[in-house]
């Protein structure tokens, strides 16, 4: 059984930081989709970074570019998020996402039809 706990949210003023982790239980791959996803209210949900294993191979949406990091070391540890000079916009529900499911190429990791593990969301808010 797969499970994924995400913890580090929390608030933060605008420029702060947060490291968001991951840990995976169950998960033993490292050539997979791994990634974050958030939800903010009265919006979809939208992938924010993703990693194919342990990478080279990452996404990020353009808002966080320059911005944010995802990283996994390997099977053992957890996915990370390094989140840096934070804006309110940032402020969201973010998911923490796992796929056992083939790799297709750059676009498969951050469809979110892709991901068949979902954790149950850390809260970050970034406010003044």
């Known amino acids: 059984l797969v499970q994924l706990v995400e913890s580090g949210g929390g608030s933060v003023q605008p420029g702060g930081s947060l490291r968001l982790s991951c840990a995976a239980s169950?998960?033993?791959?490292?050539?997979?989709?791994m990634g974050w996803f958030r939800q903010a209210p009265g919006k979809e949900r939208e992938a924010v970074a993703t990693?194919?294993?342990?990478?080279?191979?990452?996404y990020y949406a353009d808002s966080v570019k320059g911005r944010f990091t995802i990283s996994r070391d390997n099977a053992k540890n957890p996915l990370n998020l390094q989140m840096n000079s934070l804006k309110p916009d940032d402020t969201a529900m973010y998911y923490c996402?796992?796929?056992?499911?083939?790799?297709?190429?750059?676009?498969?990791?951050?469809?979110?039809?892709?991901?068949?593990?979902w954790g149950q969301g850390t809260q970050v808010t970034v406010s003044s």
């Open positions: 990693i194919y294993g342990t990478g080279p191979t990452t």
């Open positions: 996402a796992a796929s056992t499911e083939p790799y297709y190429g750059s676009r498969t990791c951050t469809s979110e039809s892709t991901y068949n593990y």
């Open positions: 169950g998960y033993p791959y490292t050539s997979k989709c």
